[in-house]
């Protein structure tokens, strides 16, 4: 089947000006990834702790709502050299919403994480081979995140005497992405592999306000940033996805799977300022597994944003991969998962 692409033939370049603002077919989030450029909600059963367990449930697990919002403004997409070459610039942009809806007294909001940056620029090759389809090469020059933790969770550490109230974790990196056979033909059968390294731009992955807290919990000298040779100011992935062949209804079978190494902050969120003495943990490095299993539906005669609806399970375990908790290690959640690519 021919790929269309900014609405002209695969067989044509694409001039400068029907290229911009057109929608790509390719450099879209797999379903494994954490934070994805398409909206996503999730209705996990998660691992339960003492630094977000609002009212003192004390269960292991317990239900809790995820909102993600992800987006992809394209700025120009078009081919290259015939077809066998594409480029798209993309400027993506994301935040994600925790709720504890189901502690029914506040449901207070648990923690918010946004990423913004420069666009990022994905090249692609288009192979012949019958397994081999393409491979492409995307660079985030510049991406920023920050995170927020809820008002009403802020109030209650404060109440309850936490010597850490709030964790600046805000930070700006460098991202390059390989990914093998894009799935171009979203109604084909594929099998997508895909490489990431997250660079830090300078500084740590955190930070505290002096008003936030004891920072000699996260750094015994007190200081804004952890010294270079101190910090890992690296974060690797690798994803796997497999898509089945569509039915004559556009419905397709989709698993998607992540493996990611990445630092475990060093903090301890329930320590008391009355807490004697004070343990200061160390940083260190964690895998974290992330896997969906769903299927997706496609929207007929359409390969636009938005045209595609996904349904599944998804099962996460290692750090908490939201904003200060990301110092809590053997975190865990399963549960639904609903998605808008």
Not at 44 to 57: E, F, I, L, R, S
């Amino acid at each position: 089947m021919a790929i269309t692409l900014c609405g002209e033939s695969a067989s044509h370049s694409t001039s400068f000006g029907r290229g911009l603002f057109r929608y790509a077919q390719f450099g879209h989030s797999l379903y494994a990834d954490v934070h994805p450029n398409f909206p996503r909600m999730d209705i996990p059963y998660c691992t339960n702790h003492p630094a977000y367990d609002y009212n003192q449930h004390e269960a292991a697990y317990r239900w809790q709502t995820m909102g993600l919002f992800g987006l992809s403004l394209p700025v120009w997409t078009g081919n290259l050299v015939d077809s066998t070459y594409a480029l798209a610039v993309n400027m993506h942009l994301s935040a994600n919403l925790w709720m504890d809806f189901y502690d029914h007294s506040t449901s207070p909001i648990v923690d918010t994480d946004y990423r913004i940056g420069l666009p990022t620029i994905t090249f692609l090759h288009r192979l012949k081979g019958r397994f081999a389809h393409n491979y492409s090469v995307a660079w985030s020059p510049f991406k920023h995140e920050s995170t927020h933790i809820g008002d009403e969770m802020q109030i209650r550490r404060i109440d309850r005497g936490y010597a850490i109230r709030r964790v600046n974790v805000s930070y700006n990196y460098t991202e390059f992405v390989f990914t093998f056979n894009e799935a171009e033909d979203r109604f084909a059968e594929n099998h997508c592999f895909r490489l990431g390294l997250m660079l830090l731009w300078h500084g740590g992955w955190f930070n505290m306000d002096p008003d936030a807290g004891d920072k000699s919990l996260l750094d015994p000298r007190g200081m804004e940033f952890v010294p270079y040779g101190q910090r890992n100011p690296w974060e690797l992935y690798f994803q796997y996805q497999y898509q089945s062949p569509s039915s004559k209804h556009g419905f397709q079978g989709i698993a998607s799977a992540e493996i990611r190494n990445r630092e475990c902050y060093g903090y301890d969120l329930t320590v008391k300022t009355t807490d004697d003495p004070k343990n200061l943990q160390k940083d260190k490095r964690v895998f974290t597994y992330n896997i969906f299993v769903g299927a997706r539906y496609n929207t007929p005669d359409y390969d636009g944003p938005f045209s595609r609806i996904a349904l599944g399970v998804r099962a996460y375990h290692g750090n908490c991969p939201y904003g200060q908790f990301r110092s809590i290690d053997h975190y865990s959640q399963i549960g639904v998962s609903l998605m808008f690519e």
